[in-house]
């Protein structure tokens, strides 16, 4: 399995799928990890499709500091992959956590990236969906296989509809561990305490306009779900006002879409062909 070094010393996996198009580095959810993308990767062959886990996720390595657990330290592991695989410049398609890292890299590093693609994340996240996300993350789960996990994932997550069984046995699989004691998560718990220390939901919302300003003239898109708590049907037309963009909602679903809806098929293909390959003149 593929790993790379960060600049503070951890080993951190990543996959490339490598061959032509233009480079599309895949950036996941807050808790989750590169399977994030499993759903949509088979479909995105247009371009070079790179996917990584964050420190203290998945198959990388857990981090002394629970601390570095934040967007400035995920952004730069982000640019120390690139800087191992001698790439340039690369579009992003973000998921939740992912599309702030990419409004991060645009503090950073902006002429490192080409595009970016928002999967139901905007400059601004609402309060009541951050306070969702602190109820469990860190925690272990309550069910004790793969098999209860995936019965309650179809029945306990609101603002999903028609979603085959088999996708939620794939997400449990993803984001659960089986152990002789009932599920764990796979991610270090600490990063309950960075998300603490990093976003307080009882003080007023920041944003991330600023950084997404810098994007305009670049091929963006954003995809939200119908029914998210998270990025606000506000921020979604705002985010379209301010900058030409790909734009869909997806039905019967709320936060996060799997990428592999038809809909969001079909903004991710424009998107792909709009964004830049080679190097700029």
Known sequence: MPHFTTSDGLSLYFDDTGGPGPVVLCLSGLTRNASDFDYVRPHLSNARVIRMDYRGRGQSDWAEDFNTYNLVREAQDALDLLDHLAIDRTAILGTSRGGLIALTL????????????????????????????????????????????????????????????????????????????????????????????????????????????????RPLAVLRGKNSDILSQEVFAEMQGRAPMLATEVKDRAHVPFLDELECLDVLHQWIAQLPTGEPA
């Open 106 to 217: 645009m503090e950073m590093a902006p002429n490192r990236i080409t595009g970016a693609c928002f999967n139901d994340i905007g400059p601004v996240i609402e309060t009541a969906g951050l306070e969702v996300i602190l109820v469990f993350i860190g925690r272990k789960p309550v069910w004790t296989t793969h098999a209860e996990a995936t019965e309650a994932l179809a029945t306990r997550l609101p603002g999903f509809h028609n979603v085959p069984a088999s996708r939620w046995a794939e997400e449990a699989a993803h984001h659960f561990v089986e152990t002789d004691t009932g599920l764990n998560i796979n991610y270090d718990p600490k990063l309950r305490n960075a998300v603490l220390a990093e976003f307080d939901p009882k003080a007023p919302a920041g944003d991330m306009w600023p950084q997404f300003d810098k994007l305009k003239g």
